[in-house]
């Protein structure tokens, strides 16, 4: 499988941006996908992550309640709404998949996308 996040751009504090995370290759059911993000000179960390049946969530402290995460088997496709950003979100998202393991850790997600820039200004 292949993963194309899209959807990044320059948005001011309070705005909104909604990220897409496209399959290609395969089907993306039965992956459980998880959306991370690195500002610069920052460790990546974890953002939110989806069961394959979308019926499980799981955020990150720091985006929850602003963050929402979906998916559309049918469309091959992930989502990251993103609503109320602050200039501390800015950084480049990476979707990615993995089959099984703990979905807020990055170990076992073993397949990645190449990243969006989300760019918040104050």
Same mark, same amino acid.
């Given at each position: 499988?292949?993963?194309?996040? @899209?959807?990044? !751009?320059?948005?001011?504090? /309070?705005?909104?941006?909604?990220?897409?995370?496209?399959?290609?290759?395969?089907?993306?059911?039965?992956?459980?996908? /998880? %959306?991370?993000?690195?500002?610069? !000179?920052?460790?990546?960390?974890? &953002? @939110?992550?989806? @069961? %394959? @049946?979308? /019926?499980?969530?799981?955020?990150?402290?720091?985006?929850? /309640?602003?963050?929402?995460?979906?998916?559309?088997?049918?469309?091959?496709? &992930? *989502?990251?709404?993103?609503?109320?950003?602050?200039?501390?979100?800015?950084? &480049?998202? *990476?979707?990615?998949?993995?089959?099984? !393991?703990?979905?807020?850790?990055?170990?076992? *997600?073993?397949? %990645? !996308?190449?990243?969006?820039?989300?760019?918040?200004?104050?």
């Amino acid at each position: 499988v292949q993963l194309q996040a @899209s959807g990044g !751009g320059l948005v001011q504090a /309070g705005g909104s941006l909604r990220l897409s995370c496209a399959a290609s290759g395969r089907t993306f059911s039965g992956y459980i996908v /998880g %959306w991370f993000r690195q500002a610069p !000179g920052k460790a990546r960390e974890f &953002v @939110s992550a989806i @069961s %394959w @049946s979308g /019926g499980r969530t799981y955020y990150a402290d720091s985006v929850k /309640g602003r963050f929402t995460i979906s998916r559309d088997n049918a469309k091959n496709t &992930v *989502y990251l709404q993103m609503n109320s950003l602050k200039p501390e979100d800015t950084a &480049v998202y *990476y979707c990615a998949t993995k089959v099984r !393991g703990a979905f807020n850790v990055e170990f076992q *997600y073993d397949v %990645w !996308g190449q990243g969006t820039q989300v760019t918040v200004s104050s």
